[in-house]
Every structure is written in structure tokens, then in C-alpha cells.
């Protein structure tokens, strides 16, 4: 049995890690991916707060007209 460091390696082959770059690449990827989310929730948020803001609005100018037609 003979230890692995024993082993001697072809120096004209040429070995490229991919994993670790795939793994940096797949990483970004998911990191915009949650920035995308994340952009696209503000939104939304944003966008029903103020939709509900709008409705409060016109709910209280619809009341104060009521209020305004019962005093005749």
C-alpha cells in the first residue's frame, strides 16, 4: 500500500477547480435573485400602503359629505 503524496502527476495536465467559481457564481446569482425579491416586496408594500391610505381618504370625504347632506 502506497500513501497517495507517493503518487506522481502528469505536470502537463492542466486540472481547473470549477466548483468553487460555480459555487461563487451560483452564490451572486442568489444573492441578486434576493435582491430582486426583496425590491419587487418594497414595492408592493409601498404601492398597498398607499392604496389603503386613498381609500381612508376618500372613506372620510364620503363621510364628511353624509354628515354634511344630513344637517339640511
Known sequence: FKA?????KDPT???????HSAKVHEDVSFSESLDELNRRV?????KFNEQIRLQRQESLLRYIDMLGRGTN
Do not use: C, K, M
Open 4 to 8: 497517495a503524496s507517493n503518487v506522481q
Open 13 to 19: 495536465e492542466l486540472t481547473v477547480d470549477t466548483t
Open 42 to 46: 418594497e414595492e408592493f408594500i409601498t
